[in-house]
């Protein structure tokens, strides 16, 4: 297999809400390209990217999958990430080695909740987007609703290029306005045919095409000089102006159809070549390497750099999932681990399709595959050629915020579980195994319920062992209610040879906490006169930040508050950054302890779809449950009900929800971040 020219390489993910379809349009789009011969459903359990057990038993995508094709000389990588929000850090780690992404939105429910959450993932990695409208073919599908919502809820303008042949199950086909031509798909027809507008439909192809010729030249300046000369946008130009518009986020091209009934995939994927990026058309890669900063543009001839975005161990071996952002790579090539220090031998290079792989000699700038032989890499970690050393931004890892304790059944299965803990970890490093110092009991810490749940179930299936489980702990913070001024802290210490001398003032006052975060920590200094060094003063910060990791009410990480060093002491000999330093930590300390706390706890963001005749049940539960409603609104029947609910009271909410609607009702979360726990509660907790 040959290395496609960076022109010719569009790297996308496909990014949606849980049951959008986005697994259903990775396979069609698979089957139209000829990387398979056979449609894959996910009812059937028989797609290629939700290849796990797991995803095939629960009918959601968990783990991100890549896969390779080619569409019109254009080589395709694609990334199918999940749409459940436990599982966002998949969504994080595909996102910073993609270069575009397509958008699936349900045609009757619109923007959902994780919709939004993963658009705004995109939104800050600069990731432009195309939209696909799946499900036209429903009851009750809405075209210009779901349209309606992406300009709402995602702050966009949605550039809408298709028209619909028919409604909900006489959904045959689209307008297509660029163009101005139909494209019908007839049943058992894998390829549309291409006619002329439907005389029903041309009044209003042509007023949909005028208003997207006046949305573009709004947004484009050689569109708004051709319309204002001719008072139209001809196709080329249109194209072009779209393609711009998309690179440049000024807007996002609204494509339709229903993957299921194989209908709006191919123009997908003239429109995914058309407007979506190639490597050549994202900025180059910056990093670091002995404090210089340099940029890596995607050339072939550049040196070798490429950022590992996944770790998966299979029943052949070790496989590392990277993208190449800058060179060359061929198999046998020594490349450098910048972020452990250590050379690796790279044995294979891999065309990863989901579970199955091909193998190929080389991977050029642009190319996202697989490797085999490299032992230490990470995710996040950075590749390169041992002579242009260079370190690139690693993606982001959210805090985990729910805990559950694990332990072999056989105490002979303790290694072994620990083995497959930090087996785990390595793939998902989203999940944190620690050790509690008071109860001894391992830990294993995670983004959500059904996180942890799949992680301890992928430990059972795929080593054999027998795992109890304790319930889920959420992680608390401690912050700063009421704080203390001018305490002074003196740390002496003579035991022979040099002494430590510090001494210091502190102010400890409350930081504002906005809404939906977990607050911050902020020093700063005010000493004058040179009381104190600049570099004692870097020391004290760092022993405050020390003392954070344990606070008074229960050992708990302290967040929230600022820490002001107004004055301070040295002595000639004894003092050092060291004797500041732990000045920092015990004066804070104290001054913790002398302080008003309160407790922080986690909280998410619950969105409950309910059948009307339910919606007094399930808003009585969400109260028992200390949630706060924020909105409620009527659709078709159903009442989609906003609230923000404590994390520590949604344990066992998907079955409670499940009774109270006789199996109708449904939910998503997403973290919304802390938020005081009340003073009733706040007792109960420090008590246990």
């Not at 056979?38 to 797991?54: L, N």
């Not at 494209?183 to 208003?211: F, H, I, M, N, S």
Request: glycine content about 10%.
């Amino acid at each position: 297999m040959r290395a496609n020219p960076p022109t010719t390489v569009r790297n996308l993910g496909i990014l949606a809400h849980v049951d959008a379809g986005k697994t259903t349009v990775t396979e069609r789009i698979l089957y139209l390209t000829g990387a398979t011969h056979k449609r894959g459903e996910v009812h059937d359990g028989t797609t290629v990217t939700d290849f796990d057990s797991q995803e095939r038993d629960r009918g959601i995508t968990i783990f991100a999958a890549a896969v390779s094709c080619v569409w019109d000389g254009h080589r395709i990588n694609l990334i199918d990430t999940p749409g459940h929000v436990d599982f966002s850090d998949e969504v994080t780690r595909s996102l910073r080695v993609l270069d575009g992404a397509v958008a699936v939105f349900d045609a009757v429910a619109g923007v959902e909740p994780q919709s939004e959450a993963v658009w705004r993932q995109a939104d800050r990695h600069g990731v432009p987007r195309i939209a696909f409208v799946n499900k036209l073919d429903r009851a009750g599908a809405d075209l210009d609703a779901a349209v309606a919502s992406i300009r709402e809820r995602l702050d966009t303008v949605p550039l809408v290029v298709q028209l619909p042949v028919g409604r909900e199950a006489g959904f045959t086909g689209v307008v297509d306005l660029v163009r101005m031509r139909s494209l019908v798909w007839g049943d058992g027809r894998d390829t549309y045919e291409e006619g002329p507008v439907p005389e029903a439909l041309r009044d209003e192809a042509l007023r949909r095409r005028r208003l997207l010729e006046e949305t573009v030249a709004e947004l484009h300046p050689a569109a708004l000089e051709e319309f204002c000369a001719r008072s139209s946008v001809s196709d080329g130009t249109l194209v072009a102006a779209l393609r711009e518009v998309t690179l440049g986020g000024g807007g996002v091209v609204v494509l339709c159809g229903s993957a299921y009934r194989d209908r709006g995939i191919e123009p997908l994927l003239e429109a995914v070549v058309a407007y979506l990026p190639s490597p050549l058309d994202v900025p180059p890669v910056r990093g670091t390497w002995d404090g210089a900063e340099e940029e890596r543009a995607a050339d072939p001839h550049a040196p070798f750099a490429a950022l590992v975005f996944k770790v998966t161990s299979t029943a052949t071996g070790r496989l590392t999932c990277l993208r190449v952002c800058s060179g060359t790579l061929r198999k046998g090539d020594t490349v450098l681990d910048a972020v452990a220090g250590r050379t690796e031998r790279v044995g294979r290079i891999l065309r990863v399709q989901a579970d199955r792989h091909a193998e190929t000699d080389l991977a050029v700038a642009g190319d996202i595959v697989a490797v085999v032989g490299v032992k230490s890499a990470r995710a996040g970690t950075t590749l390169c050629a041992p002579s242009a050393p260079l370190v690139l931004e690693p993606p982001t890892t959210a805090d985990p915020v729910v805990s559950v304790a694990v332990e072999a059944r056989r105490s002979l299965d303790t290694d072994r579980l620990a083995t497959a803990l930090a087996r785990l970890t390595e793939g998902d490093p989203s999940l944190v195994v620690r050790t509690d110092p008071e109860t001894g009991q391992t830990l294993l810490s995670g983004l959500g319920e059904l996180h942890l749940e799949v992680a301890v179930e992928k430990i059972r299936r795929d080593q054999g062992l027998e795992v109890s489980v304790g319930r889920p702990r959420v992680a608390y913070r401690e912050t700063v209610v009421r704080g203390v001024s001018g305490l002074v802290y003196r740390h002496v210490k003579q035991d022979g040879g040099a002494g430590q001398f510090a001494q210091v003032v502190l102010e400890v006052e409350p930081l504002e906490i906005p809404a939906g975060t977990t607050g911050d920590f902020v020093f700063r200094s005010t000493v004058v006169g040179g009381r104190v060094p600049q570099e004692y003063v870097r020391s004290v910060e760092a022993g405050c930040r020390d003392a954070l990791a344990e606070g008074p009410l229960g050992g708990r990480p302290v967040t929230g508050l600022r820490v002001t060093l107004s004055d301070g002491a040295t002595h000639s000999k004894d003092s050092s950054e060291m004797a500041f330093r732990t000045a920092g930590r015990l004066g804070l300390r104290e001054a913790l302890r002398a302080s008003a706390l309160a407790l922080l706890e986690p909280v998410a963001e619950v969105t409950v779809t309910v059948p009307d005749d339910a919606v007094g049940a399930v808003l009585g539960d969400l109260s028992a449950r200390r949630g706060r409603v924020s909105g409620s609104t009527a659709r078709g029947g159903t009442t989609v009900v906003t609230a923000t609910v404590p994390l520590a009271e949604l344990f066992g909410y998907a079955s409670r929800l499940r009774g109270r609607t006789q199996g109708r009702g449904t939910f998503t979360t997403r973290p919304a971040g802390y938020a005081l726990v009340p003073a009733a509660v706040s007792r109960t907790l420090l008590t246990r």
